[in-house]
T-cell receptor, first 114, second 113 residues
Framework: NAGVTQTPKFQVLKTGQSMTLQCAQD?????MYWYRQDPGMGLRLIYY???????DKGEVPNGYNVSRLNKREFSLRLESAAPSQTSVYFC?????????????FGNGTRLTVT | GENVEQHPSTLSVQEGDSAVIKCTYS??????FPWYKQELGKGPQLIID?????GEKKDQRIAVTLNKTAKHFSLHITETQPEDSAVYFC????????????FGTGTQLKVEL
């Protein structure tokens, strides 16, 4: 099993460009999440999907949109990239809805916005 | 908002020594306390977790202790090895504003030969 797969691994965008980060999990998990990681700030939740068909805002949702395409896939879209969105983005999944079950993370997408 | 503080931010130990990382939280209703390890270029990985009905849990060289009264929990690594070098995050479940894991700012552990 691959676990949680994120694409692309690296991306450079110019300010104002758009892009979609892809995430897929093969563990039949119900819940999926998008986090961003910035130096000295830990991981902050952008959006999550407790189950197929639902999405909710996390701590830092501004400038992002998400789509839970099916049970396996959860994408994150930046409509108009800004330098403040330069970060490492992690997708995660968990078996049960809610947060008191282990999160399984992908290896991240490193995004630079110039 | 709910605060999660993690100390120290960096920790250097000699191989074979023990390492302790402490996480302090403010939500008295928290009931789930995991620790994640992040190696360079990878996503975080759960290494141990504890729920509020127990005070300590051990898995080989790794243990977590919980003090609910004082609202802190700690990661203990014994007989450290070079492969323990990584960034460690606590992520207590915070119930305020909707149950969610709130990650600490991380501890860079370096195990020196």
């Amino acid at each position: 099993n691959a676990g949680v797969t994120q694409t692309p691994k690296f991306q450079v965008l110019k300010t104002g460009q758009s892009m979609t980060l892809q995430c897929a999990q093969d563990m039949n998990h119900n819940s999926m999440y998008w986090y961003r990681q910035d130096p000295g700030m830990g991981l902050r939740l952008i959006y999550y999907s407790a189950s197929e068909g639902t999405t909710d805002k996390g701590e830092v949702p501004n400038g992002y949109n998400v789509s839970r395409l099916n049970k396996r896939e959860f994408s994150l879209r930046l409509e108009s990239a800004a330098p403040s969105q330069t970060s490492v983005y992690f997708c995660a999944s968990s078996d049960r809805g809610g947060y008191n079950s282990p999160l399984h993370f992908g290896n991240g997408t490193r995004l630079t916005v110039t | 908002g709910e605060n999660v503080e993690q100390h120290p931010s960096t920790l250097s130990v000699q191989e074979g020594d023990s390492a302790v990382i402490k996480c302090t939280y403010s939500d008295s209703a928290s009931n789930y306390f995991p620790w994640y390890k992040q190696e360079l270029g990878k996503g975080p990985q759960l290494i141990i977790d504890i729920r509020s009905n127990v005070g300590e849990k051990k898995d080989q060289r790794i243990a977590v202790t919980l003090n609910k009264t004082a609202k802190h929990f700690s990661l203990h690594i014994t007989e450290t090895q070079p492969e323990d070098s990584a960034v460690y995050f606590c992520a207590p479940l915070i119930t305020g504003g909707g149950n969610k894991l709130t990650f600490g700012t991380g501890t860079q552990l370096k195990v020196e030969l």
